[in-house]
């Protein structure tokens, strides 16, 4: 066991061995492989580079995460960019987050704006409070409940399915651009949509328009680009 003071910074490496962490203020660089990382609330800048290793964290404030076959428990986020490949990515609430993403699953309880891409990730979200910039390759995209005054959804598809569920009272402007195999699936009541073809070699389709009754002049967009086949679910509850 070490004791220091909360306030320094400090940086650690660590094989084959667990890391416990209780609050601590300061600048944290973790290095972390085969091994289980147990921390409290950070507040400082944190890196935490993890191979090979589980890991709890209550808090953090800023910094960056980049893991390697390991599985990591987030509970609450200030502001956090992450780097994950082949990993299990647990987030409780978030208020930004920047994810680069390789064959993950990623299970994210509320969040207010995500930005970032995936290739073979798996896309769970609880609850979008603003907005979510998202491109991924295979695997799919989920959002289970969406705050009806967000901001902007901008997703591209490529084989990747695409299930975002909003409120009934929800109305906002819809534009995708998708392959003719495309299976769409959009309300049937206060649905006020146009498909046209684009002139490109590709034969994309553009389907546009509103969906929901609109009030006051500034009007939330959904944008989705799916230039391959796949299922896209645009559902009212």
Not at 21 to 43: E, Q, Y
Not at 48 to 64: E, R, T
């Amino acid at each position: 066991t070490v004791y220091i003071p909360s306030y320094v910074n400090l940086r650690i490496e660590n094989k084959f061995g667990n890391v416990f962490i209780d609050d601590f203020n300061g600048n944290l660089g973790l290095v972390l492989s085969n091994g289980a990382l147990k921390a409290n609330n950070l507040t400082g800048n944190t890196s935490l580079q993890l191979n090979s290793a589980d890991a709890i964290v209550n808090k953090v404030i800023s910094g960056s995460v980049n893991l390697r076959y390991s599985d990591i428990e987030l509970r609450e986020i200030k502001k956090l960019e992450l780097d994950t490949k082949f990993s299990n990515i647990t987030i409780a609430k978030a208020e930004n987050l920047k994810i680069t993403s390789r064959r993950d699953k990623y299970q994210i309880g509320e969040v207010n704006t995500l930005s970032g891409k995936g290739d073979f990730t798996k896309m769970n979200i609880s609850y979008l409070r603003k907005e979510m910039s998202f491109s991924n390759k295979y695997y799919s995209i989920k959002v289970e409940d969406i705050n009806p005054e967000f901001n902007i959804i901008n997703l591209t598809s490529e084989l990747t399915d695409i299930d975002l569920r909003f409120s009934k009272t929800t109305a906002y402007n819809l534009d995708i651009t998708h392959h003719p195999d495309v299976q769409l699936t959009v309300p049937s009541l206060n649905t006020k949509l146009d498909t046209k073809e684009l002139n490109d070699e590709n034969k994309q389709l553009l389907t546009f328009g509103t969906i929901g009754k609109p009030i006051g002049a500034s009007i939330p967009k959904v944008k989705i680009v799916a230039q391959r086949k796949c299922i896209i679910n645009l559902l009212h509850k």
